[in-house]
Structure formats: structure tokens, C-alpha cells
């Protein structure tokens, strides 16, 4: 997978993007692609096609990406690397709509394979909006490019989101399949490119001493935590329609948890571990109506006052937003597994926007020292925690072990203390980047092991399903019914207060 690499794996390909004037063409993958030129991971001969409505030419889009540039890559920009590579990125004006834009986006690349020497390998990044994904890939399957022959690849990365629902995401896995092979598709999921994700199969699967208590017998539950800081900043269109549970736990937080949870594989062959994880989502206990009533909560953001005064307006007063919008901002979710590891281990998801701080972590909750010879000392066993392990995924990534320890002194006295690694205490020379890097790097190299297939998408969306079919049925009553700035809607307390557990204090 991905980590093993030690030297380039990319062989030459021009990678082709569809929406290549858009936000993340020029927030991401521009900068990973300038990143991953820095980092001497890709080949001599590899070029840039963009496609977009907007009507321009390859000069005209060269101009346009250097405006921005040196702010989205950030400190290790350098123009000189800029200057030397920008010459391979070309632009054709197309409607996505038209079969002409993939004629002449097939003329194209063939003037690019000539000039650069690139021998007909392409990777097709759709960084459109999602109604386009099933459109464009039938198009380029009908202008013959998604074939691939003696010699050469293609393949397609899908951006996310991937459906909106079981039925949707199940369709559009069913388009993609008349064009494209399952091996060609590489359906995104940026929170897996994420290094701290990756290292949490290292720090699993790596180490002796870790996974011998990664199991019911030593574990009391884990906690998932994917808060944002920022509300939906513009994107109220898409995010009237998403909602929480489909922008953020559909993928992120399953993806996270499939991590977390699943079994070794035999090798590190990506369908191997993409097995594993498929089968750890399949064995989540389904919600029945019922459950979701008591076991997923929503909520909405209203207005709120951060610790420093800065006062935050209601999700109902953004542009854009519906006045009596039900679309949730904030769910917790609690899910048991049933499998020999994690029988009677429940996993509690949170995620939300207006948090009080960005921060994503897995919290790996230990149980209680069987017996507290401190019983009858002034440490009673209620004061002494179980210790937790916290992955920390963003930002400040690492990893932390709270354990108990004797206070110095005279009389008995325990308390927590904190055993911290932080990734950039150990390696120098942080690698720059988004996490786009790895994946795009990945798909040139034909690694497909941090990409969702089609049945862990459609797995995700079919567990969630329930929970999208009472949310409509039943729509919220008491939204707003969290403060902007706060930590969520008081009923994520209560549903681990009810099995006598909290949240992690994040500070
Ligand atoms: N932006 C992010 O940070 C981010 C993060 C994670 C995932 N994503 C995903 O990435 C994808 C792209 O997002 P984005 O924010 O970059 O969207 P965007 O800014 O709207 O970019 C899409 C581009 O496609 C163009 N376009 C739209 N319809 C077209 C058509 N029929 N023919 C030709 N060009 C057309 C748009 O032109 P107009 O501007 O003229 O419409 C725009 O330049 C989405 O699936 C999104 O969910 C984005």
C-alpha cells in the first residue's frame, strides 16, 4: 500500500480534470500536484489537461493557476519549480454536457501524448459538482476513452459525495460500470489520505503490544470525533440538501471507524484490506426505526457567543438558508458491532459544525483495572479513570495515553498524566500537503487500497438508510438545539450518559 512505497511508483500519465477552473482544482489538487513535483514523485514525462465552461485557452489557464498558487501551496512554494512544470498544463473549454468537448478533448490528448511522450495512460479527477459523475464518465466511455489496452490505463477518480442515499449511490455505481471496469474506479475519501489516518493501521498492525488488547476483553468503548470550527461558509446550496449525516458520516466517520475496527488482512494488497473493512461495516448492528429514534441524534446550530465574544449567527440566518431549515448540523450516532472483537463495544460518532474548535480524534477507551487495590485508600476506585488511548487525526496529529500515576507525596494520592507522541516532535520534515498528494500519487501508481469500492459505499449508505427515512419522516421539532460554539445538542450527553459514559473533554 501507499507508506510502503520508498521510491516513485508513477509511471507517465497525463491526468485529465474535469472542473478545472473550479474551488478544488485550484485549493488542491493544483497544490498536490505542485507537491508531489517537489517531492520528485513524478515522472519526467506527465502533463496536466483541464477542462472547464470557462472559455480560455492553455495560456490563458497557466495564467490563472499562477495567480493563486503561491497562497494555496503555502510556505514551500518556489517559483522556479512553478516555471519549469507549468508548460504541461493545457485547457480546453467544453460544456460536460457535450459530446463535442470529449471529441475534442480526445484530440487533445493526443497532441499531449506526442508532445510530452506520454503514452495514452490517463486519470480522469471529476472535481465537478456530484449530478455530473455519471454523465461525464458514460461520455468519456462513448468517446472510447475509458478503453484500455496494450500498454495503457485509465481510470477515473470520483469526488465525493458518493449518492445521497442507498438508491442513488447503487445507480450511480451501475453507470460507472457500463464504462469503466471496478479496477478503474477510485472513489475519494480525502479523511483516508489523511497521514494519521494511514498511521493508524501502522500503529495497529505494526506494533507487537497494540493489538492484543484491541478487543472487547481490554476495551469499554470508542469515541469518534469530527468537529468543525466553521459553519457552511457559502456552500448552503449543497449543504441544504446534505446535512451532516450524509456530508460527514456517510463517508468520513464510517471510513475512520472501518479503520479503527477492522481485522488484519493477510497482505497488504488493497483489495485485502478493503475486504476487511467492507466486512467490519457489514457486521454494524442495522438501525430499526425505533433505534434511531434513541440511538441517533440530530441537531442544528443556533446563534452563539465564542469564549473571546465573537457572537456566531444561526445555520437558519446563512445565505442560502432556508429560515425554517430541518437540515441537521450535528449527529451522534452509537453503533455495536457484532463480531468475537467488539461484541458489547459501542462505538459513539459525533460530528458537527460550529464546534468550538476543529478537531478530529478517535478516542480508544480502556477499561477499568479489573481490581483497585487503592479501594480503601484516598483514592477511591471512581477517581482513579480507565486509561484512554486518543489518535489524534487534525489538526496537531498524534498520539496520546492517559494513565494514572502516584502524586509524589506522603499520602496516596493518584492522578492522569499524559504520554504525548506528536508527529512533528519525530519527523523533521513534515510532509506538505492535503492529503490529495497520496491519493492522486496512489491512483497514478495503481493503488486502490485508500479508495471506497462500490460495496463500502453502498454498505455505508444502506446502514444509514434508516436513519435517513425517519430524519424525513419525522422532521426535527426542536431546531435549533445547540448554540453555535458549543459542543452539540445536550441529547449526544445523554445518550452516553444513559450507558454511564461521557464524552472526551477535548481542551
Ligand atoms: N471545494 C472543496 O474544498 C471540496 C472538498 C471536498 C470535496 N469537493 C467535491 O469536489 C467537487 C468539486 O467541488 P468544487 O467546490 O471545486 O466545485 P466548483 O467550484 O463548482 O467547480 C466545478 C467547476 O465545474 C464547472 N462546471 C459546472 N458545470 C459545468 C458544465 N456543465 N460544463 C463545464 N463546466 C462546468 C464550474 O463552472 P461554474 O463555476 O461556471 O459553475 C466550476 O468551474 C464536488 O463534487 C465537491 O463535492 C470539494
Redesign the pocket.
Known amino acids: 500500500m501507499s507508506t510502503l512505497h520508498n521510491e516513485s511508483c508513477s509511471p507517465p500519465a497525463v491526468i485529465v480534470i474535469f472542473?478545472a477552473?473550479?474551488?478544488?482544482?485550484r485549493?488542491?489538487l493544483i497544490p498536490a500536484l505542485f507537491n508531489l513535483a517537489k517531492q520528485e514523485l513524478l515522472p519526467e514525462q506527465i502533463a496536466m489537461v483541464g477542462i472547464?465552461?470557462?472559455e480560455m485557452d492553455s495560456q490563458g489557464y497557466r495564467d490563472l493557476l499562477g495567480e493563486h498558487i503561491p497562497d494555496f501551496v503555502g510556505e514551500g512554494f518556489s517559483r522556479e519549480l512553478w516555471e519549469a512544470n507549468i508548460g504541461r498544463a493545457y485547457y480546453t473549454a467544453?460544456?460536460?454536457?457535450d459530446d463535442d468537448s470529449y471529441r475534442e478533448l480526445a484530440r487533445l490528448l493526443q497532441q499531449v501524448d506526442n508532445e510530452q511522450g506520454t503514452p495514452g495512460n490517463y486519470l480522469f479527477y471529476l472535481?465537478?459538482?456530484?449530478r455530473?459523475f455519471g454523465e461525464i464518465a458514460t461520455r468519456l466511455g462513448k468517446a472510447g476513452l475509458a478503453t484500455e489496452g496494450d500498454g495503457h490505463w485509465r481510470r477515473i477518480i470520483i469526488?465525493?459525495?458518493f449518492g445521497h442515499d442507498l438508491e442513488s449511490a447503487r445507480a450511480l455505481n451501475a453507470t460507472l460500470h457500463q464504462s469503466f471496469e471496478e479496477h478503474q474506479i477510485y472513489r475519494i475519501d480525502?479523511y483516508l489520505g489523511k497521514e494519521t489516518v494511514q498511521n493508524i493501521l501502522t500503529y495497529r498492525f505494526g506494533n507487537g503490544t497494540v493489538e492484543p488488547m484491541w478487543n472487547h476483553r481490554y476495551i469499554d468503548h470508542v469515541q469518534i470525533t469530527v468537529a468543525e470550527s466553521l459553519g457552511v461558509e457559502g456552500r448552503a446550496g449543497?449543504y441544504e440538501e446534505a446535512g451532516a449525516l450524509r456530508d460527514m458520516v456517510a463517508n468520513h466517520l464510517l471510513a475512520v471507524l472501518s479503520v479503527i475496527a477492522m481485522e488484519p488482512s493477510n497482505n497488504f494488497q488493497a483489495d485485502a484490506i478493503r475486504d476487511e473493512q467492507v466486512k467490519v461495516l457489514r457486521a454494524i448492528q442495522p438501525f430499526d426505526p425505533e433505534q434511531v429514534l434513541t440511538e441517533a441524534v440530530r441537531g442544528q446550530y443556533g446563534e452563539g457567543v465564542l469564549d473571546n465574544g465573537t457572537h456566531l449567527r444561526a445555520y437558519r440566518d446563512e445565505p442560502g438558508v432556508a429560515a425554517d431549515s430541518g437540515t441537521e448540523t450535528f449527529v451522534a450516532l452509537k453503533l455495536m458491532i457484532d463480531t468475537w472483537r467488539w461484541a458489547g463495544v459501542p462505538f459513539y460518532l459525533r460530528t458537527g459544525k460550529r464546534m468550538p474548535e476543529r478537531r478530529t480524534e478517535v478516542v480508544i477507551q480502556y477499561r477499568h483495572a479489573p481490581n483497585m487495590m487503592f479501594r480503601d485508600s484516598i483514592a477511591q476506585r471512581a477517581n482513579i479513570a480507565a486509561n484512554q488511548l486518543i489518535l489524534r487525526i487534525q489538526p496537531d496529529e498524534g498520539i496520546s495515553m492517559e494513565f494514572n500515576a502516584k502524586v509524589p507525596g506522603t499520602v496516596l494520592q493518584v492522578s492522569t498524566v499524559r504520554m504525548d507522541f506528536d508527529y512533528d516532535d519525530y519527523f523533521e520534515e513534515s510532509v506538505a500537503g492535503s492529503g490529495y498528494e497520496t491519493l492522486i500519487y496512489d491512483c497514478l501508481c495503481g493503488d486502490a487500497t485508500l479508495f471506497k469500492r462500490a460495496d463500502n459505499i453502498e454498505t455505508c449508505w444502506a446502514l444509514l438508510q434508516p436513519i435517513l427515512d425517519v430524519w424525513s419522516a419525522l422532521p426535527a421539532r426542536d431546531f435549533p438545539n445547540y448554540p453555535a460554539g458549543s459542543w452539540g445538542a445536550a441529547e449526544a450527553d445523554e445518550l452516553l450518559a444513559r450507558d454511564g459514559r461521557q464524552w472526551r473533554r477535548i481542551d
Open positions: 472542473g477552473a473550479g474551488d478544488l482544482t485549493r488542491k472547464d465552461r470557462v467544453g460544456d460536460f454536457l472535481a465537478t459538482p456530484p455530473f469526488e465525493k459525495p480525502h449543497y
